[in-house]
C-alpha cells in the first residue's frame, strides 16, 4: 500500500521530534545522574574511608597488618569500591587489595591530615578512579585510601540511558502507530472523497454517480469537518444532478421554442411579398426590399402592391418591442393595412383609419411607427404620408440624397382618432426613394457608436444612379462593416424604388 | 498383653530411621565439637586432610570408650575457604549445634572474621581450639583470650626463613602473597623479619584468593623477577603456590621458592609432579617448605608411629554430605598429622577437664598443662599471655617424590 503522504508528513515530525527529544533527555539525564552519582560515590567514599581510617587506629597502631586487611578486604565486596589501602605514619602502604601488584600511580597520591581528600586518578590500563583518603588519628597513625570506580559512574549512566531511551522508543513505536491509525482515520475518507469526486468532474449525471452510497453514510457516521465535507459533497452533487436535468428540459423547450419561432418566422417572411422584380410587366419602376430581424421574428414590415395600373402603393413598418408580440402585431398591422389601402386613395385617410383599428382593442399597449406613400407611374407623382416613422431619403436625379418632407403624424395604434397629412413630391425618370427602419441607423459597433442618419445619407450618395438592389446591398455592406460583428439587436428592414419612366 | 510382632517390628523400624533422620540426636552426653572448613574449591585439600587426621584419632578414642566415658563428635561444615561462609557456619555450630567448642578451623581470613564473632560469644564460652593458621590476630589481645593454637605462628615460620636466607647471603627477598589477611600477615611477618636485617623486600605480588593451578601466574613471575631477588617467598594456598612455581620454572627462573606450612606441601608436590610427568620438566627442585609439624617420615617420634598405625587403621573418609566420592585422599600428609596431633591435644584437655565437662574451666585447664609430651619431642605448654602450644619450626624441601627435612643449607649459600 503507498503511504499516505499525511501519514508521511506526520511520520517525518515525529521522527525529528523525538530524535530532539531522545537527545535531549539523554544529555540531560546522563549528565544528571553522572553529577548525582559522583556526588553520591563521593560522599560514600568519604564516609567509608572515615569509617575504616575510625575503626583502624589500634590496628595501625598496633602494626597489625593482618587484622587491617581483614577488614579492608570487607569493603571490597562494597559496590563501586575498587580498592582500599593503608598508609602507615612512615608511608607504606601495610595492607592493599591490589592484584597483582600496587599501581605506580598510588604512589603519588597523598593525603591530607586535616581532611578526607578527594582526586580523580587514572590508573594506566585499568581505568578512571575517584581516590578517597582519610587521615588516621590526624595522619599520625597513617591514611586509609578507597577508590571507587568511575567505570561503575558509566555503567550506570550507560544502562539508565539505555532503560530510557528503550522506553523512548516503545513510546516513539507507540506514536507511530496511534499516528498511522489517526492519520489513516482522517486521510482514508478524504481519499474516498477525492476518488469520489474525482470521478464525479467525468461523469455525465444521465445516471447516479456510483460510491453515493458510501459518501453518504462517511457524512452520517463521521460528525467532524470530514463529515461536513462529505455532506457538503453529496449536497452539492444532488444540486449539480437538479441543475443539470433542468438545463436539460430548459433546454428542450428551448429547442422547441426556436423550432416553432422557425416556423414562425417562415409564415412572417411569407407574408410579405418576397419575389423581386415583384411586376415584370411594369417596366416604369424598379423596386427592391429586404428585412432581417434581430431575432427569428421581428416587428418590422414592408409591402406594396398595384392598386391599379397606374398606382403603386408601398409602405414600410416599424413595432415597438421586439420578438413574437411585435411579429403578432406587425402582421395584424400588415393584413389591416391591405385592406386599408384598398379601401381608401388617399394616403392621411389610410393612416387614419389604420390607426383607428390598430387601437381598438389594442390592450397591449404597442404602437407601429409606418410610412406610406402612393406612385402614380405615369406622371411620377409621390403622395405619402408619415405615421412617425423615420422619414425615407429622396434620391435625386443630380446625386443629392434628402429626407422628404415630414408630414408630421404620430406613430399609429397610440391614440384614435389622430389626423395625418399628405404631401406629394414629382420623381422624375431615376429618381428614387431610400426606405428604412430604425435598425439600420441604430446599428451599433462593439463601442455602441450608432451608425446614425449621416452614415447613412452619406452612404446612399456613393451609389446614385444605380438599381435598388445595388442601392440596399451597398447600405446593408455599410451598416454589416461599421457594426463589424457587433450583435444585430433591432430588426433591419430597407425598401428601395427607382422611378424609371421615360 | 500381646504385641502384634508386625506393629512391633514397624515401630522399631520407626524409631531406628527417626534416629538416623534427626541430626546430632546422637547421645545426650555426647560431646560435639563443631568444624569449618574448605571441603571443596581450590583449598579443599585443607579441610579434608586436616578433618581426616583428627578423624583417625577421634575414632580410635571413641572405640575405647570415648573421653571421660563420653563420645566425642566433629561436627564439620564447608565455608570453602570464604570467611562470610565461615562466620556463617559458626553462627550455625554455635547457636543451632550448640557445640561443646570450635576447632580444626582452616584459613586466615576465615579465621581473622570468625574472631569478633567468638567475643561476641563471650556469654557462652565457646573457644576455638588449634586453628589451621598462623596468622597474628588470634595470638593477639583482644583475640587471643578466645583461641587456643597449637602450631607456631607464621610470623614464626617467616622469620626462620628470613633468617635462614640471609645467613645463605640470600639478602634480597621477594614475596608472592594472597590478597588478603593471610598473605598480608605472611608479608608482615617477612617485613619485620627482613627489618631485623636492615632489609627491605625486594619485590611484591598478589594474587586472588581462590585462584587455581589451571590459572596463569605468568604476571606475578613478571613483576617479581625484574627485581632480581635472591629468594621468593610465596604466602598462599597450595594451588596456587604451584601455579606459581610451574610458571616461573617455565620462565626459566630457578631461584629457591619456599612456602609456609599452610600451603599443603603434599598436595602442591602432587600438582607439580603431575606437570612433572606430563610436561617432562622437573618442578620440585629449589623449593622449600616452612612446616610447623615434624616429618609425618620422622617414625622416631611416637606421635607419627601412632599416627600412621591408626591412619592404616581407619583410614577416615571425608564427611559423604561435603565432599564427593571423586576426591582421592592423601595417604600420609603433613596437614592430617597436623589434624591427628590437634586432636590428641584436644583429648588429651578434655579427660583434664573432668567428666562434668565445664566449659568456664577449659582454658584454666589448657593454661595448667605444663609441659605436656605430645609425641614429637617438642613439649607443649600454655600460659594465660600465651595461647600457642608450640613454636618450633621445621624445614623440609623435595626430595625424591616427597618433603623431608633439610639437612643441609649450604646448597643454598651464594
Known amino acids: 500500500m503507498k503511504m499516505s503522504k499525511l501519514f508521511y508528513k506526520t511520520l517525518v515530525i515525529i521522527v525529528l521530534l523525538f530524535g530532539v527529544i531522545a537527545t535531549a533527555t539523554s544529555v540531560l539525564s546522563g549528565w544528571n545522574l553522572y553529577q548525582r552519582l559522583t556526588a553520591q560515590y563521593r560522599s560514600k567514599g568519604t564516609a567509608l574511608a572515615k569509617s575504616i581510617a575510625d575503626s583502624s587506629v589500634e590496628t595501625l597502631l598496633n602494626s597489625d597488618a593482618a587484622t587491617l586487611q581483614a577488614i579492608i578486604d570487607q569493603f571490597l565486596e562494597i559496590e563501586g569500591i575498587s580498592y582500599v589501602f593503608v598508609v602507615d605514619a612512615q608511608g607504606a602502604i601495610i595492607a592493599h587489595t591490589f592484584v597483582p601488584r600496587i599501581p605506580a600511580e598510588l604512589f603519588q597520591v597523598h593525603g591530607n591530615k586535616h581532611a578526607t581528600s578527594i582526586q580523580d586518578i587514572h590508573i594506566t590500563g585499568v581505568g578512571d578512579f575517584i581516590d578517597v583518603a582519610a587521615p588516621v588519628l590526624v595522619g599520625v597513625a597513617g591514611y586509609v585510601h578507597i577508590g571507587l570506580n568511575k567505570e561503575t559512574i558509566r555503567a550506570a549512566i550507560r544502562s539508565a540511558i539505555i532503560g530510557q531511551q528503550s522506553l523512548m522508543f516503545a513510546i516513539f513505536l507507540i506514536s507511530v502507530l496511534v499516528a498511522y491509525l489517526l492519520v489513516n482515520r482522517v486521510s482514508q475518507p478524504l481519499n474516498q472523497l477525492t476518488a469520489h469526486v474525482k470521478q464525479l468532474a467525468v461523469h455525465d449525471f444521465s445516471t447516479p454517480v456510483s460510491g453515493q452510497a458510501e459518501i453518504a453514510r462517511l457524512s452520517e457516521n463521521s460528525k467532524d469537518e470530514i463529515g461536513e465535507l462529505a455532506a457538503s459533497f453529496l449536497s452539492m452533487e444532488r444540486t449539480l444532478q437538479h441543475s443539470i436535468e433542468n438545463l436539460k428540459a430548459t433546454t428542450a423547450a428551448k429547442e422547441r421554442i426556436e423550432s416553432e419561432l422557425k416556423i414562425a418566422r417562415d409564415i412572417q417572411m411569407s407574408i410579405l411579398p418576397r419575389i423581386f422584380p415583384p411586376f415584370p410587366k411594369h417596366s416604369e419602376f424598379d423596386l427592391y426590399a429586404t428585412i432581417e430581424p434581430a431575432r427569428e421574428v421581428g416587428g418590422d414590415f414592408y409591402d406594396f402592391f398595384l392598386i391599379d395600373d397606374d398606382q403603386l402603393c408601398f409602405t414600410i413598418g416599424d413595432v415597438s418591442g421586439k420578438g413574437v408580440p411585435a411579429s403578432l402585431f406587425m402582421a395584424v398591422t400588415k393584413t389591416l393595412w391591405r385592406v386599408t389601402a384598398n379601401k381608401y386613395n388617399r394616403p392621411d385617410r389610410v393612416l387614419a383609419d389604420l390607426n383607428n383599428e390598430l387601437c381598438r382593442d389594442n390592450d397591449s399597449g404597442m404602437f407601429v411607427t409606418v410610412f406610406y406613400g402612393i406612385l402614380h407611374l405615369s406622371t411620377g407623382e409621390l403622395e405619402y404620408s408619415n405615421g412617425g416613422h423615420n422619414l425615407p431619403y429622396f434620391l435625386s436625379r443630380q446625386g443629392v440624397v434628402q429626407p422628404l418632407e415630414n408630414t408630421g403624424g404620430m406613430a399609429l395604434g397610440v391614440m384614435e382618432d389622430v389626423t395625418y397629412r399628405t404631401k406629394a413630391i414629382a420623381l422624375r425618370a431615376g429618381e428614387g426613394l431610400f426606405l428604412y427602419t430604425d435598425g439600420v441607423t441604430e446599428a451599433m459597433d462593439s463601442a455602441e457608436n450608432l451608425f446614425s442618419e449621416s452614415r447613412l445619407q452619406a452612404c446612399l450618395q456613393q451609389v446614385n444612379g444605380v438599381a435598388p438592389t445595388e442601392v440596399i446591398r451597398h447600405a446593408l455592406e455599410a451598416v454589416k462593416q461599421f457594426a463589424a460583428g457587433a450583435e444585430q439587436n433591432d430588426d433591419i428592414t430597407t425598401l428601395a424604388i427607382r422611378y424609371l419612366r421615360q | ?414
Open chain 2, 1 to 414: 498383653m500381646r504385641r502384634n510382632p508386625i506393629t512391633s517390628g514397624c515401630l522399631s523400624w520407626f524409631f531406628a530411621i527417626l534416629w538416623l533422620c534427626v541430626p546430632n540426636w546422637g547421645h545426650a552426653d555426647d560431646i560435639v565439637i563443631g568444624m569449618s572448613a574448605a571441603f571443596s574449591g581450590p583449598s579443599a585439600s585443607l579441610g579434608i586432610e586436616l578433618y581426616r587426621g583428627s578423624m583417625a584419632y577421634i575414632t580410635h578414642v571413641n572405640s575405647m570408650g570415648g573421653v571421660n566415658d563420653r563420645k566425642l563428635v566433629l561436627k564439620a561444615y564447608d565455608d570453602q575457604y570464604d570467611p562470610v561462609s565461615a562466620v556463617e557456619n559458626t553462627i550455625t555450630l554455635v547457636e543451632k549445634d550448640r557445640v561443646f567448642l570450635l576447632f580444626d578451623y582452616v584459613g586466615t581470613p576465615t579465621v581473622t572474621r570468625v574472631l569478633p564473632l567468638l567475643k561476641r560469644y563471650s556469654d557462652r564460652q565457646v573457644s576455638l581450639f588449634f586453628p589451621y593458621t598462623g596468622a597474628q590476630p588470634q595470638r593477639e589481645p583482644p583475640y587471643d583470650a578466645f583461641v587456643f593454637n597449637l602450631r607456631a605462628s607464621y610470623r614464626q615460620e617467616t622469620e626462620g626463613l628470613v633468617e635462614r636466607f640471609v645467613q645463605m647471603g640470600r639478602k634480597r627477598i621477594a614475596v608472592l602473597y594472597q590478597a588478603d589477611a593471610y598473605g598480608r600477615s605472611g608479608w608482615d611477618g617477612v617485613r619485620r623479619a627482613l627489618k631485623k636485617y636492615a632489609l627491605e623486600m625486594v619485590g611484591e605480588a598478589t594474587y586472588q584468593r581462590g585462584a587455581t593451578y589451571a590459572q596463569s601466574f605468568r604476571e606475578q613471575v613478571d613483576i617479581l623477577r625484574p627485581a632480581n631477588p635472591d629468594a621468593v617467598i610465596v604466602i598462599g594456598a597450595y594451588a596456587a603456590s604451584a601455579a606459581f612455581i610451574r610458571d616461573a620454572r617455565d620462565a626459566n627462573w630457578d631461584l629457591p621458592i619456599a612456602n609456609l606450612s599452610f600451603v599443603g606441601s603434599v598436595p602442591m608436590l602432587q600438582l607439580l609432579r603431575e606437570s612433572s610427568q606430563t610436561r617432562g620438566k622437573d618442578y620440585t627442585a629449589n623449593l622449600i617448605d616452612a612446616d610447623v609439624v615434624p616429618s609425618y617420615d620422622d617414625i622416631s617420634l611416637p606421635a607419627v608411629r601412632q599416627y600412621r598405625e591408626l591412619m592404616d587403621r581407619y583410614d577416615p573418609r571425608p564427611p559423604a554430605d561435603l565432599v564427593g566420592e571423586a576426591y582421592q585422599p592423601l595417604h600420609y600428609s603433613f596437614v592430617s598429622f597436623e589434624g591427628f596431633l590437634n586432636a590428641k591435644l584436644l583429648v588429651e584437655i578434655l579427660s583434664r577437664l573432668g567428666t562434668v565437662a565445664d566449659k568456664a574451666a577449659l582454658p584454666a585447664t589448657v593454661e595448667k598443662m605444663g609441659d605436656y609430651d605430645l609425641g614429637i619431642a617438642a613439649p607443649v605448654s600454655f600460659r594465660p599471655d600465651k595461647h600457642q602450644g608450640l613454636d618450633t619450626v621445621y624445614y623440609t624441601t623435595v626430595q625424591g617424590d616427597r618433603f623431608v627435612p633439610i639437612s643441609d643449607w649450604q646448597q643454598w649459600q651464594r
